[in-house]
């Protein structure tokens, strides 16, 4: 008769939901990474930090101009919660972008941070100092590849005697 196991089949399904959810959050992490490596190389700072445990908090705070002490503060519970949105706010402003943009760095960062890495954003300096707090248009100076540049108007015909 046949040897039937059914523990085989409860493994067998969870092997397949394991490999089901695994694949997308190894895609999703290997983004968030590329584009962290992005913002630290756009901030001026060695994009292989991004991917070095508590070294790429101290560089973070590099990058938003706050001291280092500021590493204490992320280990306090609920203290850490304050800190770490305050820090994302400061990023957003070293980017030249408003609280909106925190809002989704916060609440969307799996949109957002590679919208910051990848987009046409400049680091302005710790918290946007150098440039103000303004919020920069990234469309500006942005040239579509896909559309031709327009032609010039014809110059008027000289006047004829």
């Given at each position: 008769?046949n040897?039937?196991?059914p523990?085989?089949?409860?493994?067998?399904s969870?092997a397949?939901?394991?490999?089901?959810?695994?694949?997308?959050?190894?895609?999703?992490?290997?983004?968030?990474?590329?584009a962290?490596?992005?913002?630290?190389?756009k901030?001026?700072?060695?994009g292989w930090a991004?991917?070095?445990?508590?070294?790429?908090?101290?560089?973070?705070l590099?990058?938003?101009?706050?001291?280092?002490?500021?590493?204490?503060?992320f280990?306090?519970?609920?203290?850490?919660?304050?800190f770490a949105?305050?820090t994302?706010?400061?990023?957003?402003?070293s980017f030249?972008?408003?609280?909106g943009?925190?809002?989704?760095?916060?609440?969307?960062?799996?949109?957002?941070?590679?919208?910051?890495?990848?987009?046409?954003y400049?680091?302005m300096?710790?918290a946007?100092?150098?440039?103000?707090?303004?919020?920069?248009?990234?469309?500006?100076?942005y040239?579509?590849?896909?559309?031709?540049?327009?032609?010039p108007?014809?110059?008027?015909?000289?006047?004829?005697?």
């Amino acid at each position: 008769m046949n040897n039937y196991d059914p523990s085989a089949g409860v493994f067998a399904s969870l092997a397949a939901l394991f490999a089901v959810l695994f694949i997308p959050i190894l895609i999703v992490s290997v983004v968030l990474i590329i584009a962290n490596w992005k913002i630290y190389e756009k901030a001026g700072k060695p994009g292989w930090a991004a991917i070095i445990p508590i070294y790429n908090v101290i560089v973070l705070l590099e990058i938003v101009g706050k001291p280092v002490w500021w590493i204490i503060l992320f280990l306090i519970p609920c203290v850490n919660i304050i800190f770490a949105i305050w820090t994302t706010n400061l990023l957003s402003k070293s980017f030249g972008q408003s609280e909106g943009f925190t809002v989704g760095l916060v609440l969307l960062p799996y949109i957002f941070y590679p919208i910051l890495g990848f987009g046409n954003y400049k680091y302005m300096g710790p918290a946007g100092i150098p440039g103000g707090m303004s919020p920069i248009d990234p469309s500006v100076g942005y040239k579509d590849p896909f559309i031709p540049p327009p032609t010039p108007p014809n110059p008027p015909a000289p006047p004829q005697e």
